[in-house]
C-alpha cells in the first residue's frame, strides 16, 4: 500500500506526480517507511510555502490514493511473459527473505509475541503469502479500514504560521466532509498482548551460508508498556552501559579478549506497545552458538551481584546522552519530534503521555541522580530474571542448494500450468498495466502548484 499511494490520487491520478510538484517546492521528492504499527510518509521543503503547496497534494495522495489494480500489478506482484513471480514489492522481499538478520528478527519477534499478535508480523509481506493470498482487493479494503481521518496524524515540523497551515488544509477538510459515512472506527493496538511463556524460548533458524564458521544469536526480552517512558529511558542507558564500547561489560568479556565470543555486541529497543529489549551478538563461532546466551547472563549476573559494576562509567553515559539529545534538538528537531508524537500517537490516552515523552532532558537529569540499586534492579527485573528468548542462527552450506532447488521446481510447475498462452496472457496484462500507469501528468496539472519565491527560504 505504502508504494500504491506514490502512483497517484483521485485528484491527481498520475504517476510521479508527487514528486515533479515536490521538486517544484524545493524539495527533494518525498518518501515513506512502513512500521510494524505504523505507516509514515515524509516531505521536507526548503521553506513554508513549498509545504504548503504540496500539504493538500500528498494527503490526497495517502487519504484517496487511486488503488488500482494496475498499480497493484507493478509494485506488488504479478507473473510475467517468462512465468517468473515479480513487482517491486516482491523482488524487495525476494531479496531478503532467507537473509541470516531477516530469519532471526523475525524468528524474535514471534516467539516474543505469542498468539494474535501484529508484532510478529512482516510488514514486506512472505513472499508465499504474496502470490497465494495477497490480492488487489484485500489492499484496497486495508486502506478502506485504516486509512481514515480518525487514525491519520498530521506532524508539522518547522517555521509554518498556524492560520497559513490550516488555510491550506482547508480542501482536505471539505473533502473528508464531502465523502460518505462509514464505519465506527476502532483504535488498533489497544488490546493488551498475549503474555510470553514464563519459561522463555529457545529457536534455532538455519540459513543459507557459504561456511559454516558462524553464525548469530539474539536474546530478547519483553520490557515495560510503552507510557513508562522514564523506565524505557534507564533502559536505553543500560543497554548503551552494557554494549557501548570496549570498557562496557558485555563487550569486554565477549570480544575484547583473548578468545572472543563473538566481534561485536549490538542491541535494539522495538518501541511496541509492550517494548522489546532485543541484545544481539555477531559472528558467533558456530561451536559456541549454544553457549553464548548463558555468558550473556553470567555477565548480567557479575555486575548485578559481583563488583563490575562502574556507577561512574554509567553517569559519563547519561552525560553523553543528554549532550547528544540537545545537539539533535538543534540539528535535526523533526526527528525527535516525530519520534515521539508517532508513539503518542498510537498508544497514548492521556495529553500528559507526550509532555513526559518529550522530557527526555528532564528524564536524563533525574536519572542522573539514580543510585547503583536502581540500575542493578533494572537489569535484574528486565534482564537476568526476566523470561528471555534466545534465537541461534546457524549457518547451513546446504540450505542454499535447497531453497534454489525448491524454487527452481516450483517456477518450473508455474509455467507448466500457465503454459505458454497463460504466459502471455501474464504479459500483456503487465504491460497494460504499465503502460496505465507511466501516463504523464498534463502540463497544467504539474504548473498547478507554483514554485515559491526563494525569498521564503
Known amino acids: 500500500?505504502?508504494?500504491?499511494?506514490?502512483?497517484?490520487?483521485?485528484?491527481?491520478?498520475?504517476?510521479?506526480?508527487?514528486?515533479?510538484?515536490?521538486?517544484?517546492?524545493?524539495?527533494?521528492?518525498?518518501n515513506a517507511w512502513t512500521d510494524t504499527d505504523h505507516t509514515c510518509y515524509?516531505?521536507?521543503?526548503?521553506?513554508?510555502?513549498?509545504?504548503?503547496?504540496?500539504?493538500?497534494?500528498?494527503?490526497?495522495?495517502?487519504?484517496y490514493p487511486t488503488c488500482s489494480e494496475d498499480a497493484f500489478v507493478t509494485e506488488v506482484h504479478h507473473i510475467n511473459g517468462h512465468g517468473d513471480n515479480a513487482g517491486v514489492v516482491y523482488c524487495e522481499m525476494q531479496s531478503r527473505?532467507?537473509?541470516?538478520?531477516?530469519?532471526?528478527?523475525?524468528?524474535?519477534?514471534?516467539?516474543?509475541?505469542?498468539?494474535?499478535?501484529?508484532?510478529?508480523?512482516?510488514?514486506g509481506g512472505m513472499l508465499h503469502n504474496l502470490r497465494v493470498s495477497t490480492s488487489h482487493a484485500k489492499v484496497a479494503a486495508y486502506h478502506a479500514a485504516y486509512y481514515r481521518p480518525e487514525n491519520l496524524q498530521v506532524l508539522v515540523v518547522g517555521e509554518v504560521a498556524e492560520a497559513a497551515l490550516l488555510a491550506a488544509l482547508q480542501p482536505v477538510i471539505a473533502s473528508i466532509?464531502?465523502?460518505?459515512?462509514?464505519?465506527?472506527?476502532?483504535?488498533?493496538?489497544?488490546?493488551?498482548?498475549?503474555?510470553?511463556?514464563?519459561?522463555?524460548?529457545v529457536v534455532t533458524v538455519p540459513f543459507p551460508s557459504d561456511d559454516e564458521e558462524t553464525g548469530s544469536v539474539k536474546i530478547g526480552?519483553?520490557?515495560?508498556?510503552?507510557?513508562?517512558?522514564?523506565?524505557?529511558v534507564a533502559l536505553s542507558i543500560v543497554m548503551d552501559y552494557l554494549?557501548?564500547?570496549?570498557?562496557?561489560?558485555?563487550?569486554?568479556?565477549?570480544?575484547?579478549?583473548?578468545?572472543?565470543?563473538?566481534?561485536?555486541?549490538?542491541?535494539?529497543?522495538?518501541?511496541?506497545?509492550?517494548?522489546?529489549?532485543?541484545?544481539?551478538?555477531?559472528?558467533?563461532?558456530?561451536?559456541?552458538?549454544?553457549?553464548?546466551?548463558?555468558?550473556?547472563?553470567?555477565?548480567?549476573?557479575?555486575?548485578?551481584?559481583?563488583?563490575?559494576?562502574?556507577?561512574?562509567?554509567?553517569?559519563?553515559?547519561?552525560?553523553?546522552?543528554?549532550?547528544?539529545?540537545?545537539?539533535?534538538?538543534?540539528?535535526?528537531?523533526?526527528?525527535l519530534f516525530s519520534n515521539a508524537c508517532i508513539g503518542f500517537f498510537l498508544y497514548s490516552s492521556s495529553a500528559?503521555?507526550?509532555?513526559?515523552?518529550?522530557s527526555f532532558i528532564e528524564h536524563l537529569d533525574c536519572l542522573a541522580h539514580q543510585p547503583a540499586a536502581y540500575w542493578k534492579g533494572l537489569i535484574a527485573k528486565y534482564l537476568l530474571d526476566?523470561?528471555?528468548?534466545?534465537?541461534?542462527?546457524?549457518?547451513?552450506?546446504?540450505?542454499?542448494?535447497?531453497?534454489?532447488?525448491?524454487?527452481?521446481?516450483?517456477?518450473?510447475?508455474?509455467?507448466?500450468?500457465?503454459?505458454?498462452?497463460?504466459?502471455?496472457?501474464?504479459?500483456?496484462?503487465?504491460?497494460?498495466?504499465?503502460?496505465?500507469n507511466d501516463r504523464e501528468p498534463p502540463a497544467e496539472v504539474v504548473n498547478s502548484v507554483p514554485i515559491p519565491a526563494p525569498s521564503g527560504i
Open 1 to 30: 500500500l505504502e508504494h500504491i499511494v506514490f502512483l497517484g490520487s483521485s485528484q491527481y491520478p498520475y504517476k510521479g506526480l508527487l514528486d515533479k510538484m515536490a521538486n517544484r517546492s524545493f524539495a527533494q521528492g518525498t
Open 177 to 201: 466532509q464531502a465523502k460518505p459515512p462509514v464505519a465506527p472506527f476502532v483504535r488498533p493496538w489497544q488490546s493488551p498482548l498475549p503474555p510470553m511463556p514464563a519459561d522463555g524460548a
Open 97 to 123: 527473505e532467507n537473509t541470516q538478520d531477516d530469519l532471526t528478527h523475525h524468528a524474535m519477534l514471534r516467539a516474543l509475541y505469542p498468539g494474535e499478535c501484529g508484532y510478529k508480523s512482516n510488514t
Open 42 to 63: 515524509t516531505l521536507t521543503t526548503a521553506g513554508g510555502d513549498g509545504f504548503l503547496n504540496m500539504l493538500p497534494v500528498y494527503l490526497d495522495h495517502v487519504l
Open 243 to 335: 554494549t557501548l564500547n570496549a570498557v562496557s561489560p558485555l563487550q569486554a568479556a565477549l570480544v575484547q579478549t583473548a578468545e572472543p565470543m563473538c566481534n561485536d555486541v549490538a542491541y535494539s529497543l522495538i518501541s511496541n506497545r509492550d517494548l522489546a529489549i532485543v541484545i544481539s551478538l555477531c559472528n558467533v563461532p558456530a561451536d559456541c552458538l549454544d553457549d553464548a546466551a548463558e555468558e550473556v547472563r553470567a555477565v548480567l549476573d557479575a555486575v548485578v551481584h559481583g563488583d563490575t559494576y562502574s556507577h561512574d562509567f554509567l553517569l559519563s553515559i547519561i552525560a553523553n546522552n543528554r549532550r547528544n539529545a540537545l545537539k539533535q534538538a538543534e540539528d535535526n528537531p523533526e526527528n
Open 386 to 436: 526476566a523470561p528471555s528468548v534466545v534465537v541461534l542462527g546457524k549457518p547451513d552450506t546446504e540450505l542454499a542448494a535447497k531453497l534454489t532447488s525448491a524454487e527452481q521446481e516450483r517456477l518450473a510447475a508455474q509455467r507448466t500450468a500457465l503454459g505458454a498462452e497463460g504466459m502471455a496472457v501474464c504479459q500483456a496484462r503487465l504491460e497494460r498495466a504499465i503502460r496505465a
Open 221 to 232: 526480552w519483553r520490557g515495560p508498556l510503552w507510557s513508562e517512558y522514564l523506565t524505557t
Open 352 to 358: 500528559t503521555d507526550l509532555v513526559n515523552e518529550l
